[in-house]
């Protein structure tokens, strides 16, 4: 396959000023005929022919202007037609079968219904047309079918007409969206579905019908959804002025989908997972995240829609402010500091090993071959980050001014990168000159910061460096913000925060007033998506993780006196008494933590919790799994013996919380089963009882799940009648079947290979549902314990996965190939066996283009 580059862009020859599209739809064939006005594009180079994509079409019929095209042809799997006139009439006739795409792009057939998804190029597997997304179009859609079988029939924007035929059996309906889109924001829905109705008034005074579909029997667990969407519209006017710019907004969900959500104009498509909550069957972390994916799908509505992307290298322009925008939204909906913490811990344990390992790439790439290969936590998590730092500079106020002048000039717009940092520089003050190379170049800066002090001035150096990352060996230092506070050690506080950038290799910076060293805290807020080696003592990470006043910051201090005991005692650098010393420091920090009334019990759950094996791992150049996992362990047991009776304490305070969805309640939730997990590690007997009848007793799903979690890694008679109790009390409930794949497969239990394997056979796995697929696979994959087996049995687990479901999904195959990718940072043993696994796969002999791609770059 080719590889597709940024600098190449052009625009497209051809104008499409109208599109109008008739489905005649069933479930094993799908008539589509395609009117599309083309005229001469006057900024493009003049061209012959229009290149209309395809993918895997069969063409039925073509016309140009009503008769004979005067010349066509395929190249690949495009169509090219020749063109002699400025403006012409295409019409092009495609026939489909909905029920064979199990790749679930373009449209395709979910439980008896009709669906679409187009985004990125799934709209060529339709219907032969300029997908591309600078080619912006107003589309007229009518679609018709049998009116038992799709009694609701959804398209884009409003509808304007519907009817049925003579005898009743079939109907159908026309839609208009006003609104002119580029093709991958096109969606359409036909089934057997039922609405949750309500409505909203913009600010504006613009009346908007809302609904949410789902299938019959759903309809109670579409509250949360429907509640979300009505705070998300509210949110967006507030805090971005943006007003919704339609009569109907609608949300369909599906159970086969291959990601979260979709964004089409007026037609949401989301997966069930994000919509489908009430409190049996949701965790609070679920309710969360349909929270945020409705909030996100909603905003996208301007940033994507409105504005959208002039090609696929811009992606982040749509993807990483609108993650930004959600990100905010929710951190306004709870709590602030919580949310910062949950996305730093997404960035680091995802996006910086992406960023330091063989698929590093910069936020706005610079060549592809699969462009579904990069929606990745780079495009979209550190894409985030990079428009944070900006708002960091430019403070809201001014933040929003940049973001008011880019929509305001770049409405109606197929946009760059470039566009949106123009605009930030227009309408901040900014200069962002240097600061484009956050754009342009991969991998995570590293930062060396060193406090010096002498008479009453303490100097802060800063030393930076950006490695290497693939086609990248040379870079340039970048502009990085950093937050910065110094404590006097004795009065506990400091004298107001400051904003320092570093903008070259290295620089210092000096403070006046200190008649003794001060306490550095650093990157307060994550402020810059940086790792940071300061020259810290232990005692002064106590200090922080006990009285910093910034909320990230205090979490930072907990995680790296973890995380640098750790590291210390796997790379064998830590004598016997350092070690004790360290572990009595942590649990000394720890209980503080615990009996700190001043927190609440989200915020002291954060601070409770161990850094993960990966973000462990990350600190190392070459990491040993078996190593890391049983010092981590080790810990666990040390510092559950530790704090055991306060723990216990806390947990029984904790369990007189009853049930609601508030603050309160939700923090309760999260201590009792974080005190489960420390008490699994020092006490399994006591742990298996207390985890047994938290299950038993529970009154929801948050609580229920924890304690199976506990359960599950345990080898105890508690875990098997748990764990079948669980089955057959949610059998038929597909969201709930997934959690009981995914705890067995993320569990601690040392069988848990084994455990997989025979999952695999189970008779509600299915290779053809992508939630199924994760909640097996995924959970695995992210299991140190089973992936890393030390016998390279996980390794061969996920190679022969990814060579069984290539064929069937590629999109879903080619997101386990960036685990195995790791190899360059393992042990050598494991290492090889990594390595084994991705040259089978690359070995096979018809791969996608998406596995390929991941494959070879992999081992590249
Ligand atoms: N824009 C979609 C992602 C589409 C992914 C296609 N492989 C969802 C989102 O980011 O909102
Ligand atoms: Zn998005």
């Known amino acids: 396959p080719p590889e597709i580059r940024r600098s190449d862009y052009a625009p497209f020859p051809w104008l499409v000023p109208t599109t109008r599209l008739e489905f005649e739809l069933g479930l094993e064939r799908t008539r589509v005929t395609a009117r599309l006005d083309v005229e001469r594009n006057p900024v493009a180079a003049v061209s012959p022919t229009i290149r209309l994509n395809g993918d895997g079409l069969e063409l039925a019929s073509l016309t140009c202007d009503g008769g004979e095209p005067e010349g066509r042809m395929m190249d690949g799997d495009d169509l090219l037609v020749t063109l002699s006139g400025d403006r012409h009439v295409l019409e092009i006739v495609t026939e489909i079968d909905p029920s064979a795409n199990s790749q679930l792009m373009g449209l395709y057939a979910s439980g008896g219904m ?78 057997d579905l039922v609405a949750r109705s309500d409505s909203f008034t913009t600010m504006g005074g613009r009346d908007v019908e809302l609904n949410v579909y789902v299938r019959d029997g759903d309809l109670d667990r579409t509250e949360h959804a429907m509640e979300s969407l009505k705070r998300s519209m509210k949110w967006d006017e507030e805090v971005f002025g943006r007003e919704y710019d339609l009569d109907l907004f609608n949300i369909v969900a599906v159970s086969d989908f291959n990601m979260g959500a979709m964004e089409n104009k007026g037609l949401n498509i989301f997966n069930t997972k994000y919509v489908l909550a009430d409190t049996e069957t949701a965790t609070d972390g679920d309710y969360d995240g349909i929270e945020g994916v409705i909030g996100h799908e909603y905003f996208h509505n301007w940033s994507g829609n409105r504005v959208t992307c002039r090609d696929w290298f811009q992606l982040s322009l749509k993807e990483g402010f609108t993650v930004l925008r959600d990100q905010l939204f929710s951190a306004d909906m709870g709590s602030e500091p919580v949310k910062r913490i949950e996305d730093v811990r997404i960035l680091r344990g995802v996006q910086f090993p992406e960023d330091s390992g063989p698929l590093a790439h910069p936020i706005r790439p610079d060549s592809y071959r699969e462009i579904s290969n990069f929606y990745t936590a780079t495009v979209y998590n550190k894409g985030a980050e990079v428009i944070r730092m900006m708002r960091t500079m430019a403070g809201e106020k001014a933040f929003r001014r940049g973001t008011d002048l880019y929509f305001k000039r770049h409405d109606g717009e197929a946009a760059t990168c470039e566009d949106f940092v123009r605009a930030m520089e227009d309408g901040t003050g900014l200069d962002l000159e240097q600061f484009r190379l956050w754009y342009s170049q991969a991998g995570t800066p590293k930062v060396a910061a060193t406090l010096s002090h002498d008479g009453d001035v303490a100097t802060l150096k800063l030393t930076q460096t950006v490695p290497p990352t693939p086609g990248q060996p040379d870079k340039k230092p970048m ?114 933590v615990v009996e700190d009334d001043q927190l609440d019990d989200l915020m002291r759950g954060e601070l409770l919790m161990m850094p993960s094996q990966s973000y462990i791992g990350e600190q190392m150049l070459v990491a040993d799994p078996g190593a890391i996992h049983v010092a981590r362990e080790a810990l666990k047991t040390d510092l559950g013996t530790r704090l055991g009776e306060a723990l216990h304490r806390l947990y029984d305070r904790a369990a007189q919380v009853p049930f609601s969805l508030d603050a309160e309640a939700k923090g309760a939730r999260k201590i009792k089963t974080l005190v489960l997990s420390y008490a699994a590690a020092s006490d399994p007997a006591k742990a298996a009882e207390l985890a047994a009848s938290q299950y038993d007793r529970a009154d929801n799903m948050t609580d229920r799940q924890g304690a199976l979690m506990v359960l599950a890694g345990l080898d105890s008679a508690e875990r098997t009648a748990r764990l079948l109790d669980f089955y057959n009390r949610y059998r038929g409930n597909a969201l709930v079947v997934d959690k009981w794949f995914a705890l067995q497969a993320s569990s601690l239990h040392p069988q848990v290979v084994a455990h997989v394997e025979a999952l695999r056979s189970h008779p509600d796995f299915n290779l053809r549902n992508p939630n199924r697929v994760r909640s097996l696979y995924m959970a695995f994959a992210a299991n140190p314990a089973g992936f890393h087996a030390a016998d390279g049995a996980g390794y061969r687990m996920i190679a022969d996965l990814v060579l069984e479901l290539d064929p069937i999904n590629a999109q879903t195959a080619a997101r386990f190939v960036p685990s195995l990718g790791r190899w360059r940072r393992i042990e050598e043993k494991r290492a090889a066996m990594m390595r084994d696994a991705l040259e089978r796969i690359a070995r096979a002999p018809k791969l996608s283009r998406d596995t390929f791609e991941q494959v070879t770059r992999s081992l590249g």
């Open 114 to 191: 009709l669906c679409t998804q187009c985004e990125a190029e799934g709209f060529r597997r339709i219907t032969f047309f300029p997908d591309r997304p600078d080619v912006l179009s107003t589309y007229s859609v009518r679609m018709s079918g049998a009116k038992a079988q799709f009694p609701v029939l959804l398209c884009n924007g409003n509808r304007v007409d519907s009817g049925e035929s003579a005898d009743g059996g079939d109907h159908w309906a026309e839609w208009h969206d006003p609104w002119p889109k580029p093709s991958y924001l096109f969606a359409l829905v036909a089934g």
């Open 479 to 592: 502009p990085i913000p950093f937050r910065v506070a110094l404590f006097d050690r004795k009065a506990g506080t400091h004298s107001g925060e400051q904003l320092l950038v570093l903008d070259r290799a290295s620089a210092e910076f000096t403070f006046e007033g200190f008649a003794h060293k001060p306490v550095l805290s650093i990157n307060r807020g994550f402020s810059a998506p940086v790792s940071i080696e300061r020259d810290v003592s232990r005692e002064e990470l106590v200090f922080l993780a006990a009285r910093d006043d910034d909320p990230f910051a205090r979490y930072e201090a907990m995680q790296e006196l973890m995380t640098g005991y750790l590291v210390g005692s796997v790379s064998g650098d830590l004598d016997e008494s350092e070690s004790e010393a360290a572990r009595g420091d942590i649990a000394e920090a720890l209980k503080a």
